[in-house]
């Protein structure tokens, strides 16, 4: 069974940064693109980031562009977010996401992660 775990979420201050990781149990993790989506209260869920399985290319919402870093390790199974200058409307419940390389469809999805940033 597909496993995708995040962590690094929490509680910050306006302006500041978080890291959050996600571990996915997909072989071979390099065929897999990944993504971060993630869905404030009462809204629908996003696109925030993602990143081609080689890590050559990667994509960014414009609310994020510029703050927000994705990367990934894939001798670790492992993808980034990497957020800078946090802002309130950053509050959300983030999720991790892959698809395989030539789908179209994201087919799995983690638990989701809280991160709320304080004004």
């Known amino acids: 069974q597909v496993q995708l775990v995040e962590s690094g979420g929490g509680l910050v201050q306006a302006g500041g940064s978080l890291r959050l990781s996600c571990a996915a149990s997909l072989r071979p993790f390099s065929s897999y693109a990944m993504g971060w989506f993630r869905q404030a209260p009462g809204k629908e869920r996003e696109f925030a980031s993602s990143?081609?399985?080689?890590?050559?290319?990667?994509y960014y919402a414009d609310s994020v562009k510029g703050r927000f870093t994705i990367s990934r390790d894939n001798a670790k199974n492992t993808v980034y977010l990497q957020m800078n200058t946090l802002k309130p409307e950053d509050t959300a419940v983030y999720y991790c996401a892959a698809r395989y390389e030539y789908d179209s469809t994201w087919g799995y999805w983690g638990q989701g992660i809280q991160v709320t940033v304080s004004s």
């Open positions: 990143i081609t399985g080689s890590g050559t290319r990667r």
